[in-house]
C-alpha cells in the first residue's frame, strides 16, 4: 500500500501561483510513476501531469503545459506541482497518484493509489 496526501491547495487570484504537494508513505516511493490529476465541480476527474519513478520524463495535458510543473524529490518522498499563471478554469480538486505508467486518459488504469484532493480555488 502507498499513502498519499495532497497539501497546498487554497484560494488564489487569476495569474498567481501555489504549489501542491503530495507526501508519500507505505511502500518505496521511488518505484512509483507519480501523476497528478483534477476534477472540477460537475465535470469528471481529467489529468494534469506525470513524472517517472527517476524524473527524467513528465508529460503535461495540453490546458497547462507552459504553465504548470511536475517535479519530484525521492529523498523526500514527495511530489510537487508548481502551477504558474493560474486561470479560473484551473479551479478544481487536485489529486495525486501513485502507479507504474503513464495513463492520461480514463479509467487511469496505470495509476493504483489515490490521495483524497487539495482544492484550489482561482478568483478572476
Known amino acids: 500500500q502507498v499513502q498519499l496526501v495532497e497539501s497546498g491547495g487554497g484560494l488564489v487570484q487569476a495569474g498567481g501561483s501555489l504549489r501542491l504537494s503530495c507526501a508519500a508513505s507505505?511502500?518505496?516511493?521511488?518505484?512509483?510513476?507519480m501523476g497528478w490529476f483534477r476534477q472540477a465541480p460537475g465535470k469528471e476527474r481529467e489529468f494534469v501531469a506525470y513524472?517517472?519513478?527517476?524524473?527524467?520524463?513528465?508529460f503535461y495535458a495540453d490546458s497547462v503545459e507552459g504553465r504548470f510543473t511536475i517535479s519530484r524529490d525521492n529523498a523526500k518522498n514527495t511530489v510537487y506541482l508548481q502551477m504558474n499563471s493560474l486561470k479560473a478554469e484551473d479551479t478544481a480538486v487536485y489529486y495525486c497518484?501513485?502507479?507504474?505508467?503513464?495513463?492520461?486518459?480514463?479509467?487511469?488504469?496505470?495509476?493504483?493509489?489515490w490521495g483524497k484532493g487539495t482544492l484550489v480555488t482561482v478568483s478572476s
Open positions: 513524472i517517472n519513478w527517476s524524473g527524467g520524463s513528465t
Open positions: 507505505g511502500r518505496t516511493f521511488r518505484n512509483y510513476a
Open positions: 497518484a501513485a502507479g507504474t505508467y503513464y495513463s492520461p486518459a480514463p479509467p487511469y488504469n496505470g495509476m493504483n493509489y
